[in-house]
């Protein structure tokens, strides 16, 4: 019930392509449903986050989408650039238990 | 956004030593304050929780007697690896929320890389 899944582990595009990356939970406590940028070497950054109030939330390129009947949120990043090749994180929120349950992580890679 | 300073980014140290992380939010109080551990290509691995002035709350598996976490104050967190060995050897990152009218926002430091030689 604590896990979130997160698909596909690993993503190729080409510059100017949308990659989609897909996360499913379980527990319907959560309510806050952040997504990370991580580059080699580095820290997590907050790129966006969603409450289950909303089922999209737009900033600049990066698009989250949630379907909360289903239990699943997603990653678009608009117009790929080489620049975002990283590993991705989603992650979910109970602010009943303060504890982030995070995903196994996507590695994008945008081909110049 | 807000600010987390982890300290050092790398050390290397003899197996038996123990070493010391930092971790600071910068213009922000930190009610809470978080350890991961991550090996490379996976994913966080939550260490343990720590508010200020309270013991940290650890995951099971992980040895408290081994990784002392400190949270003296709302700004500094410390993660120290005592009696380090070559299995310690990974990336620890720290985090932090509490920030006014965001608490449920979490901020990253930017890691320490601990090799155990």
């Known amino acids: 019930q604590q896990q979130v899944k997160q698909s596909p582990q690993s993503l190729i595009v080409q510059k100017g392509g949308i990659p989609i990356i897909n996360c499913a939970y379980e527990?319907?406590?959560?309510?806050?449903f952040p997504w990370y940028q991580q580059f080699p070497g580095k820290g997590p950054a907050l790129l966006i986050a969603?409450?289950?109030?909303?089922s999209e939330k737009k900033e600049g390129r990066f698009t989250i989408s949630f379907n909360k009947s289903a239990k699943q949120f997603s990653l678009h990043i608009m117009d790929s650039q080489p620049g975002d090749s990283a590993t991705y994180f989603c992650a979910a929120f109970g602010s009943g238990t303060y504890k982030y349950i995070f995903g196994t992580g996507t590695r994008l890679k945008v081909l110049a | 956004g807000a600010v987390v300073s982890q300290h050092p980014s790398w050390v290397i140290c003899k197996s038996g030593t123990s070493v010391k992380i930092e971790c600071r939010s910068l213009?922000?109080?930190?009610?809470?304050m978080f350890w991961y551990r991550q090996f490379p290509k996976q994913s966080l691995m939550l260490m343990a929780t720590?508010?200020?002035?309270?013991?940290?709350?650890?995951e099971q598996g992980v040895e408290k007697d081994k990784f002392l976490i400190n949270h003296a104050s709302l700004t500094l967190s410390t993660l120290t690896v005592t009696s380090a060995h070559p299995e310690d050897s990974s990336f620890y990152i720290c985090?932090?929320?509490?920030?006014?009218?965001?608490?449920?926002?979490?901020?990253f430091g930017s890691g320490t890389q601990l090799s155990v030689l």
């Open positions: 720590s508010n200020e002035g309270s013991k940290a709350t650890y």
């Open positions: 213009d922000f109080q930190a009610t809470t």
């Open positions: 969603i409450r289950p109030d909303v």
């Open positions: 985090s932090a929320s509490g920030l006014s009218g965001d608490n449920e926002k979490l901020f």
């Open positions: 527990n319907t406590a959560f309510d806050y």
